[in-house]
T-cell receptor, first 113, second 114 residues
Framework: DGGITQSPKYLFRKEGQNVTLSCEQN?????MYWYRQDPGQGLRLIYY???????QKGDIAEGYSVSREKKESFPLTVTSAQKNPTAFYLC????????????FGEGSRLTVL | RKEVEQDPGPFNVPEGATVAFNCTYS??????FFWYRQDCRKEPKLLMS?????NEDGRFTAQLNRASQYISLLIRDSKLSDSATYLC???????????????WGLGTSLAVNP
């Protein structure tokens, strides 16, 4: 079955530690995205990638980093520089960047203690 | 005016009722529109895409009113399983530097009661 797999689903970390969230897709989509969702807030774009070896900052990229070495994979690192990292992180993909039909993974819920 | 605005609700309706939500958008040149459904603590899932005047899929109808800059979602014969948050998403016109990043509404909460 085609889809997007995010791992881990739940993650607890101490303040000051870097954390990497995995996102893998087998939909053969070119574009991939990372969003963050906080209670009572809309989805906010962290980073997106239109093609392998290319990525762009979204609206709230500070304290995050990504890589896109393979078409299937778009991992997100939450660094210690991110002031308020506790959130629900969603990875998505679409056939091309610029469309609105996104497929989401099940999300990763990060809690920083 | 916010770029995308939705009534947060909650809308509480009995099973079998018809319910409609509106979503207003500020950029009149926006090209396409989408409704996503998000269950509690789950990922959003695409419900409908709207590229012209509207779209219909079973019990769900989305309509676009460009003159008044809103899109609506109508759900007929509500089921208990329709209880969720409905997110309105607008695809803005392509401009230098925006790379057509989607604009997400905060969502409208629907509770269908037995």
């Amino acid at each position: 079955d085609g889809g997007i797999t995010q791992s881990p689903k739940y993650l607890f970390r101490k303040e000051g530690q870097n954390v990497t969230l995995s996102c893998e897709q087998n939909l053969n989509h070119d574009a991939m995205y990372w969003y963050r969702q906080d209670p009572g807030q809309g989805l906010r774009l962290i980073y997106y990638s239109q093609i392998v070896n290319d990525f762009q900052k979204g609206d709230i990229a500070e304290g995050y980093s990504v890589s896109r070495e393979k078409k299937e994979s778009f991992p997100l690192t939450v660094t210690s520089a991110q002031k308020n990292p506790t959130a629900f992180y969603l990875c998505a993909s679409s056939i091309t960047q610029g469309g609105g039909e996104l497929f989401f993974g099940e999300g990763s819920r990060l809690t920083v203690l | 005016r916010k770029e995308v605005e939705q009534d947060p609700g909650p809308f509480n309706v009995p099973e079998g009722a018809t319910v409609a939500f509106n979503c207003t958008y500020s950029n009149s040149a926006s090209q396409s529109f989408f409704w996503y459904r998000q269950d509690c603590r789950k990922e959003p899932k695409l419900l409908m895409s709207v590229y012209s005047s509207g779209n219909e899929d079973g019990r769900f109808t989305a309509q676009l009113n460009r003159a008044s800059q809103y899109i609506s979602l109508l759900i007929r014969d509500s089921k208990l399983s329709d209880s969720a948050t409905y997110l309105c998403v607008v695809n803005p016109p392509l401009r230098a530097g925006n790379n057509r990043k989607l604009i997400w509404g905060l969502g409208t909460s629907l509770a269908v009661n037995p």
